[in-house]
């Protein structure tokens, strides 16, 4: 990560060659509702497993970009936890907002791209986020971490779901 540029800021759209970058991290622009329809063309007894398989993706080739972004703030969790909240929302991934604590991390996201785009769920749908977090959190104290989506809010039932409503994660250090 340069200097304190944002990820936005970072970001090359080379379109000539039809990819956006950071440095050597390439993205991909596409609409939240046609990645999360993914999962309403899947039979009901498979999702769960598609929805765990895309987080252990995210927490594996997403910690590639939480390195990345550590190499520029230090070994600071505060520092990490501030530029992964900019660049999830940077990215539409909702805005983050993280408290802390020596063995404990909470994530609360308002306006969970994946939640709102998956409609009504039985399960937490927001895998990617959980994955992310993971990577954040383990990279933060050095060690492995349990994670959960503790609520989303498209699986609510106290509120009807795609109101941009908060979604909950926790993080606990392994022993």
Same mark, same amino acid.
């Given at each position: ?30 609409? &939240? ?93 927001? &895998? ?17 971490? &349990? ?23 926790? &993080?606990?250090?392994?022993?």
């Amino acid at each position: 990560m340069s200097g304190s540029a944002t990820l936005q800021d970072r970001l090359l759209f080379d379109t000539e060659r039809g990819q956006v970058l950071d440095q050597d991290r390439r993205y991909i622009l596409m609409r &939240a509702d046609v990645l999360m329809g993914m999962f309403s063309e899947l039979p009901e007894h498979s999702r769960a497993d598609v929805l765990q398989a895309f987080a252990r993706s995210v927490f594996r080739h997403g910690g590639k970009s939480v390195s990345a972004y550590a190499l520029g703030v230090g070994n600071a969790p505060e520092a990490l936890f501030n530029t992964a909240g900019a660049g999830a929302a940077s990215l539409g991934w909702g805005v983050w907002t993280f408290e802390h604590r020596p063995r404990e991390c909470i994530l609360r996201v308002k306006n969970s791209p994946f939640a709102r785009a998956a409609g009504p769920s039985q399960r937490p749908v927001c &895998a990617p986020i959980l994955g992310m977090f993971q990577a954040v959190c383990s990279h933060a104290w050095q060690r492995p971490v &349990a994670v959960l989506e503790t609520r989303c809010c498209a699986c609510a039932n106290d509120h009807p779901p795609h109101t941009g409503e908060e979604c909950t994660f926790h &993080a606990s250090l392994q022993l």
